[in-house]
T-cell receptor, first 113, second 112 residues
Framework: KAGVTQTPRYLIKTRGQQVTLSCSPI?????VSWYQQTPGQGLQFLFE???????NKGNFPGRFSGRQFSNSRSEMNVSTLELGDSALYLC????????????FGPGTRLLVL | GESVGLHLPTLSVQEGDNSIINCAYS??????FIWYKQESGKGPQFIID?????DKRQGQRVTVLLNKTVKHLSLQIAATQPGDSAVYFC???????????FGKGTMLLVSP
């Protein structure tokens, strides 16, 4: 099976712009979670989608949003970018059972100037 | 491997040594624990997991120990190799939720 794929791998944006990141989970997996990784805060949970519905949400401002399509692919959007949004954004997929292992993609490195 | 704020704790070992990476988790309701390895420029890679009804689980060259009394998790790597050099994260999961809560991570440096 192919692993989790994320596009693009690298992005450079300026403050105030918006960005959309994409994630394709492992075939058959219906849950996609998004995490933000920074040197200062580590790995922090953004949100999770399951069957096109947001199932869980972390403690991030409303500028961070996401959605999931019927084929389980997911996108996350960050509007009005701030310098502090520079981070590695990771997507993870898991099967249907809660408590199963989450498998991560390679991440999208976002740099906000 | 205790977290020291913004700086990752580092464990330096020689090739062939056994490594032990520690993690203190926060929530007594957590019932599933995972160790991930993250190499530079890559996403976290699953190593081994353990459920709260167990106190030890072994994989290939790796062993995870769980002490629920003190909320402590450890990862033991036998015969550490240079390719094991990476940042290691523990993650906890609470029953009924798919969200993972990650520790701050420990950097493992293996010298040839």
């Amino acid at each position: 099976k192919a692993g989790v794929t994320q596009t693009p791998r690298y992005l450079i944006k300026t403050r105030g712009q918006q960005v959309t990141l994409s994630c394709s989970p492992i075939s058959g997996h219906r849950s996609v979670s998004w995490y933000q990784q920074t040197p200062g805060q580590g790995l922090q949970f953004l949100f999770e989608y399951f069957s096109e519905t947001q199932r869980n949400k972390g403690n991030f401002p409303g500028r961070f949003s996401g959605r999931q399509f019927s084929n389980s692919r997911s996108e996350m959007n960050v509007s009005t970018l701030e310098l502090g949004d520079s981070a590695l954004y990771l997507c993870a997929s898991l099967g249907q059972a809660v408590g199963e292992t989450q498998y991560f993609g390679p991440g999208t490195r976002l740099l906000v100037l | 491997g205790e977290s020291v704020g913004l700086h990752l704790p580092t464990l330096s070992v020689q090739e062939g040594d056994n490594s032990i990476i520690n993690c203190a988790y926060s929530n007594s309701a957590s019932d599933y624990f995972i160790w991930y390895k993250q190499e530079s420029g890559k996403g976290p890679q699953f190593i081994i997991d353990i459920r709260s009804n167990m106190d030890k689980r072994q994989g290939q060259r790796v062993t995870v120990l769980l002490n629920k009394t003190v909320k402590h998790l450890s990862l033991q790597i036998a015969a550490t190799q240079p390719g094991d050099s990476a940042v290691y994260f523990c993650a906890e999961n609470i029953r009924g939720y798919s969200t993972l809560t990650f520790g701050k991570g420990t950097m493992l440096l293996v010298s040839p």
